[in-house]
């Protein structure tokens, strides 16, 4: 399935009701002899609801325009129109929506049942009983008794997906593989470059099997993704809210001043695309390690860390051998514990 994480739709809020007018003998016309003629409904506004259980914005590819329910007309005998009812969009978790004319940032939507009107009712209109006073004699014909139009608006919906871990790297360093072995998610793996292409979420469980920490895996980086390069860009962002990231690299025999490289490849696409991404805390998974003896898979680490000069924590698993994934986890949940 296409992964949706921008569409515009339009909205439009409910229309007014219009108020009740009779029309009568001028002559009649005073506070005792008018009949008395109500007011229209209020239209419908438009809201947007945060709903855990909605997780993409694919729904709206099929349905573009919203229309809000429009209040009913005044009547006789006093009796006011009902007010239209409100009509509720449900989006994702994450969901930043933005007014398309003028390009400004309306509201975000960060948690569950969290609402935002985006269009209001029109006002209803006027029925006889507002003229009607003791010492007033109106002609209320002269007055516009038609309710207002609702508000009418196109807005672009962005969704941000909203996770606790953020696993990043360049392609075919294991992270699809670590993903499947700690989580519900079910993640294609393949012995070729960018084989995931389209961010994969999964639920990290406990020992009790109850889901607790949300991991997100973007696809594969590489050198100026941060600019358009490859699939990473346009995923970037979904990193920015993550607690904690874990970037993987490929461990190789005598391949040292690459291993260096390629870790720098990424933390820059971090840096240039948005600084924030560099403040987070970020643990490095030298991976692979099944593919050298474990001596020299940590002398060579060791060489890795010193030249890097790396202060935040680091960790040798491999992914296949289910070697320290264990381990990882649990270092992972404590560090969550610690930082809600």
């Not at 009913?72 to 009902?82: D, P, V, W």
């Not at 939507?109 to 029109?122: E, T």
Request: with cysteine.
């Amino acid at each position: 399935m296409k992964f949706i994480d921008k569409v515009n739709i339009l909205v439009q809020a409910g229309h007014g009701g219009n108020g009740y007018i009779k029309r009568f003998n001028k002559k009649y016309n005073t506070y005792h002899h008018i009949q008395m003629n109500s007011n229209g409904g209020d239209g419908g506004d438009v809201y947007l609801l945060a709903d855990k259980n909605t997780n993409t914005l694919n729904n709206f590819l099929l349905k573009k325009i919203f229309l809000g329910n429009h209040g009913q007309n005044g009547k006789s005998r006093g009796r006011t129109g009902k007010r239209g009812a409100d009509t509720i969009i449900k989006v994702p978790i994450g969901t930043i929506v933005y007014n398309v004319n003028t390009k400004q940032k309306i509201g975000n939507l960060l948690y569950h049942k969290q609402h935002l009107m985006i269009a209001k009712g029109g006002r209803h209109g006027i029925g006889n009983n507002y003229f009607c006073k003791p010492y007033v004699n109106y002609d209320m014909q002269k007055y516009k008794k038609n309710g207002k139009e609702g508000e009418k608006i196109e807005i672009q919906l962005e969704l941000i997906l909203i996770t606790d871990i953020g696993i990043l790297g360049l392609p075919n360093t294991g992270k699809s593989t670590f993903l499947n072995k700690i989580s519900t998610a079910k993640t294609q793996v393949a012995e070729y470059p960018f084989t995931t292409l389209i961010p994969q979420i999964g639920k990290i469980k406990n020992n009790n099997y109850e889901h607790n920490y949300s991991i997100i895996e973007i696809p594969g980086l590489i050198q100026g993704s941060y600019n358009g390069s490859g699939l990473g860009i346009k995923f970037l962002k979904h990193l920015i809210p993550c607690k904690i990231l874990l970037h993987f690299i490929e461990l190789k025999p005598l391949n040292t001043l690459n291993i260096i490289k390629n870790i720098n490849i990424i933390n820059n696409e971090l840096k240039y695309y948005n600084n924030e991404l560099t403040n987070k805390t970020c643990w490095l998974i030298f991976n692979k390690i099944d593919l050298m003896p474990i001596n020299e898979a940590i002398k060579q680490t060791k060489q890795i860390l010193s030249i890097l000069k790396w202060k935040n924590k680091h960790h040798l698993i491999s992914g296949i051998k289910n070697y320290g994934i264990k381990e990882l986890c649990i270092k992972i949940k404590s560090y969550l514990k610690k930082h809600k």
